[in-house]
């Protein structure tokens, strides 16, 4: 179980290590965190029965970001290996490019509204989600607010204030998942990104011990579980904000 979210990382952890795992009949989970893992269960939910799509779109909602130690040293290390360039999932494989992120509005739920919000803020989900759901281009957004946080000389690390740890950060995740002309959205919410990454490991880790993975392998979240139950789970850290309807 590996709750990194660094885009590299978890492409190789896919490519050398998939056949050795599948052979030692283990799980092995990459991202298994608040992104790449979320992300995924939530794109998985939302498509259903489909198992082709044509778009996943992730918006990332979040209040503000007071980075970690580790997300600062791990975007250090993740833009020297891209040698300064973006990196985006389209026509069915990740490219690297020089372009400039566009700044657009997504049109989060109440009660957060209409945010501005940086596209192309790729995040995990470009490697989570087409690992086992064929999709033309998967595009993440994060809140310019976050980013400019994130981006900030001398950033402030996140601060507790309640008894559980966590900051007074909140975010939204909000997945569209479009195939021809018909449209999937789910929508979740909580409190502290950092700190929701702990109970979905351990949801994860439980599934696995108890014979609940649906295969061996490196897979993605939403490959080896069962997405609405997963989701449903973790009900009292994560609020769900759209029925999950899905066919």
Do not use: C, K
Not at 7 to 24: K, L, M, Q, S, Y
Not at 58 to 80: D, E
Not at 85 to 109: I, K, N, S
Not at 111 to 117: C, F, S, T, W, Y
């Amino acid at each position: 179980m590996d709750v990194a979210a660094e885009i590299e990382a978890n492409v190789d952890t896919f490519e050398h290590f998939a056949g050795r795992a599948r052979e030692a009949g283990t799980v092995v989970v990459p991202a298994m965190a608040f992104f790449g893992g979320l992300g995924d269960l939530l794109v998985t939910a939302a498509a259903g029965s489909w198992t082709a799509v044509d778009e996943v779109h992730v918006a990332y909602g979040l209040s503000r970001w007071h980075p970690t130690a580790g997300t600062l040293a791990a975007g250090t290390v993740s833009g020297g290996r891209r040698g300064g360039r973006g990196v985006r999932f389209a026509q069915g494989r990740l490219q690297y490019h020089d372009d400039a992120r566009p700044t657009l509005e997504w049109p989060f739920p109440e009660p957060l509204g209409p945010q501005q919000v940086i596209g192309e803020f790729t995040m995990a989900d470009v490697v989570t989600v087409p690992s086992h759901l064929a999709v033309r281009e998967v595009r993440t957004y994060m809140t310019t607010i976050a980013a400019a946080d994130l981006a900030a000389p001398n950033a402030a690390a996140p601060a507790a204030v309640d008894d559980r740890g966590r900051s007074a950060q909140t975010f939204v995740v909000d997945v569209v998942v479009r195939s021809g002309g018909a449209e999937r959205r789910l929508t979740a919410s909580g409190q502290d990104i950092y700190a929701i990454s702990a109970p979905l490991a351990v949801e994860a880790v439980d599934r696995i011990l108890t014979g609940r993975a649906r295969t061996t392998g490196v897979v993605s979240a939403g490959a080896a579980f069962d997405a609405r139950d997963f989701l449903g789970a973790l009900a009292p850290h994560l609020t769900v904000g759209l029925p999950l309807d899905a066919g």
